[in-house]
């Protein structure tokens, strides 16, 4: 696989159980990074919503394609002139051949079409291969939260 293998395009309802497997595979390398349960709760998974979020003018899916076999998937949710991408993964089959720079900078053209002049990330505290993607991209740390149950 190379970058000129991958192919993004936004989802469709077809995609539903191959994002919902790549979701449960993100689920499970991600769990024991600190927010996970609250990224989930600000990000809820695709699939418990895939024919709302594909109705929705404010929200669009993402998968990122080789060879007809979906690799991977991104949320993007538009406010105002700020795009955020809420969830992102990869398949490890696909990771380092740059198919994670190929879906982001499809993302980057869909919240440019949108008239949207600033694009954003979630990443978990520990997950050095988002952090690691988003900065290859030109994506740099702006915001960091601190929180305490109480």
């Not at 600000?42 to 024919?51: E, Q, S, T, Y």
């Not at 002139?81 to 499809?106: M, N």
């Amino acid at each position: 696989m190379s970058a000129s293998l991958f192919a993004v395009r936004i989802a469709n309802p077809q995609d539903a159980p191959a994002i919902t497997d790549l979701e449960n595979q993100c689920f499970q390398e991600s769990e024991s990074f600190r927010g996970s349960a609250q990224l989930l709760a600000v990000a809820p998974l695709i699939g418990d919503g895939f024919n709302k979020l594909l109705s929705s003018d404010n929200h669009a899916v993402f998968v990122i394609e080789s060879s007809g076999e979906v690799c991977g998937f991104a949320q993007l949710e538009i406010s105002r002139h700020v795009a955020t991408v809420s969830r992102i993964y990869v398949g490890p089959k696909a990771r380092d051949l740059g198919a994670g720079a190929t879906l982001i900078e499809a993302l980057r053209a869909h919240a440019r079409s949108r008239g949207c002049t600033q694009i954003d990330a979630y990443a978990l505290p520990g997950d050095r291969l988002t952090k690691n993607l988003f900065e290859r991209a030109g994506m740099k740390a702006r915001l960091l939260i601190a929180s305490s149950e109480l």
